[in-house]
């Protein structure tokens, strides 16, 4: 199945740089992982938010939630899902 995926950052904003950079590698390095085993497609920064949009693909809800939950960011990710189907025009 493939989801859309768009995350806010709500890292609060007296975090210590160092850390912010600590997680912020820690999540260029999980992202990198996800895109290896073929969980992540796609990513796109949305201009001006903290924020991207995501195309995902894992075979339920439940194993996308566990790689979404796998990202060192997680806890401060404000995350909505949309579960895609294929449009009956993109079936050839």
């Known amino acids: 199945m493939e989801f859309l995926v768009r995350s806010e950052n709500r890292l609060p904003v007296d975090t210590p740089a160092e850390r912010r950079e ?6 260029r390095a999980r992202a990198m992982e ?3 085993a073929g969980v992540l497609k796609r ?3 949305v201009p ?3 924020a ?4 995902y693909e894992a075979a339920d809800p439940a ?5 979404l939950m796998s990202l ?9 899902v949309e579960a895609l189907a294929t449009h009956p ?4």
């Open 22 to 27: 600590e997680l912020r590698a820690g999540e």
């Open 34 to 36: 996800l895109r290896e």
């Open 43 to 45: 990513l796109w920064r």
């Open 48 to 50: 001006g938010r903290n």
């Open 52 to 55: 991207t949009l995501g195309l």
């Open 63 to 67: 194993e996308l939630h566990d790689a």
């Open 72 to 80: 060192p960011m997680s806890p401060w990710l404000d995350v909505t």
């Open 89 to 92: 025009q993109e079936k050839r």
